[in-house]
């Protein structure tokens, strides 16, 4: 399995109500710590998902599935809440279950 790579620059994770920073290389979740944040039960909000599949690329564990162009499903049992998924949503689609 090859290592995700982290984000280059820093991303804005919004969830839900909150959102914090993550700075250039950091974990995500280690981010969200910082700011006093858990990870919380992710889904995929299929109105929005463009199933570009940036998220099943940094997903560690194998947890989100889908067809290209169409949406993405997050399997709950696989799912170890890394949040690395929701640093590379670009459309916000990722949200919390
Ligand atoms: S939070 Fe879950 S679905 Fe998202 S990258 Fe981590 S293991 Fe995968
Ligand atoms: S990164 Fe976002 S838009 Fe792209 S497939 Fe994943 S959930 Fe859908």
Redesign the pocket.
Known sequence: MTQ?QKPPKEVVVKLGDVQFVVPPGARVKDAAAAAGIE?PA?KVDPATCKGCQM?VK???????SGNKKEPHA?DQS?????????ARCKTGS?VPA
């Open positions: 995700p990870i992710l998220c940094v997903c560690e564990t194998g947890a989100i997050i696989l799912c170890i809440r890394c949040g690395e998924c929701l990722i």
